[in-house]
């Protein structure tokens, strides 16, 4: 059994930065660790990817450029980086625990709570 525990959600001006992070607990064979967003009313969707070793990485074309993943294996952390933020960037971001760099939720045996993430104009 693994737990994730996000944070550094908070309320930021459109063009500004945040850096979240996603701290992991108990062992766990998913290699994976992936950031989901879910904004009010709509279905959750992928954010980017990243594999334990950091030797993979993969995010969804509309943070490209602006939004880095990483990891850091002695505090088993990972995190997420989001620059230029655009307010359609607004959501509650989560933390999720795989074996495979899927995109789609079903494939993710682990999710943390979430943070808040507001993006204001």
């Known amino acids: 059994q693994v737990q994730l525990v996000e944070s550094g959600g908070g309320l930021v001006q459109a063009g500004g930065s945040l850096r979240l992070s996603c701290a992991a607990s108990?062992?766990?064979?998913?290699?994976?660790r992936s950031w989901f967003r879910q904004a009010p009313g709509k279905e959750r969707e992928f954010v980017a990817v990243?594999?334990?070793?950091?030797?993979?990485?993969y995010y969804t074309d509309s943070v490209k450029g602006r939004f880095t993943i990483s990891r850091d294996n002695a505090k088993n952390t990972v995190y997420l980086q989001m620059n230029s933020l655009k307010v359609e960037a607004t959501a509650v971001y989560y933390c999720?625990?795989?074996?495979?760099?899927?995109?789609?939720?079903?494939?993710?045996?682990?999710w943390g709570q979430g943070t808040q993430v507001t993006v204001s104009s």
């Open positions: 990243i594999h334990w070793s950091g030797g993979y990485t």
């Open positions: 108990g062992r766990t064979s998913s290699s994976y």
């Open positions: 999720a625990a795989g074996r495979a760099p899927s995109l789609h939720t079903t494939e993710y045996g682990y």
